[in-house]
C-alpha cells in the first residue's frame, strides 16, 4: 500500500523544457517529489578502471564535473513549478555510496551547492530513508482518514441514539395515555 510512483513522467518544465525524471513519487496531499536517476557514472567507472593513481584521480575530478552538470541540468529544470504544492526539491539519485562519496571527495561544495539550487544528492541510503518518510506520512494520512471516519460513524450514532430516545419518551407518553385511558374505562 501507499507505494505510489509514476515511472518515465514526461514533465514540461523550467529554462531546458521538457524532461522525464524517472520516477514521480506520489505524497499525501496530491504532492509529488521527483527522482532522478540518470546519474553519470562513466567517469566514475573509467576511474575503477585507471592504471595508475594520477588517471584515477582525474577520471574522479572528471566524474565530479559531470555530477555537477547534471545537478545544474536538475536545476534548471525546475520539476517542481508543474507540481503544484510540492516540495520545490528534485532529488538526484546516484545508486551507489561510492559514486556519491567520490563526486563528493573532488568536490566537497556538491551538496551545499545542491541544496542551494533545490537540488538534493541522495545514495541508496538517503533515498531509503527518503522513501520511507514519505511512507510514514501515508501512515499518517491513513490514521486521519481512518479517525475522520470513526468521528462520522460516532456522529451518526449519536444521532441515532437522540432519535431513538425521543421515539422512546413518546412512546412512553402514549402508553401512560393508553394506561390511564384504560383505568378510566375499566372505572
Do not use: M
Request: net charge negative.
Amino acid at each position: 500500500a501507499h507505494c505510489d510512483f509514476a515511472e518515465q513522467v514526461t514533465l514540461a518544465a523550467g529554462t531546458n523544457g521538457a524532461g522525464r525524471p524517472d520516477l514521480v513519487v506520489h505524497l499525501p496531499g496530491k504532492r509529488f517529489v521527483v527522482i532522478d536517476a540518470k546519474a553519470p557514472l562513466a567517469a566514475y567507472l573509467a576511474a575503477s578502471e585507471a592504471p595508475d593513481e594520477a588517471e584515477r584521480e582525474r577520471q574522479v575530478a572528471l566524474h565530479a564535473k559531470a555530477v555537477r552538470r547534471h545537478l545544474d541540468d536538475l536545476s534548471s529544470r525546475q520539476y517542481w513549478s508543474t507540481l503544484p504544492g510540492s516540495p520545490e526539491f528534485v532529488v538526484l539519485f546516484l545508486p551507489g555510496e561510492p559514486f556519491f562519496s567520490s563526486a563528493l571527495a573532488s568536490d566537497p561544495e556538491l551538496i551545499e551547492d545542491g541544496a542551494a539550487q533545490r537540488v538534493l544528492l541522495a545514495g541508496p541510503t538517503t533515498l531509503i530513508a527518503l522513501l520511507r518518510a514519505i511512507a510514514h506520512g501515508w501512515q499518517q494520512e491513513e490514521i486521519a482518514a481512518n479517525a475522520e471516519a470513526v468521528a462520522r460513524i460516532g456522529r451518526e450514532l449519536f444521532d441515532r441514539l437522540v432519535t431513538l430516545n425521543e421515539k422512546f419518551g413518546s412512546l412512553g407518553k402514549k402508553l401512560d395515555s393508553a394506561v390511564d385511558a384504560y383505568n378510566q374505562a375499566i372505572g
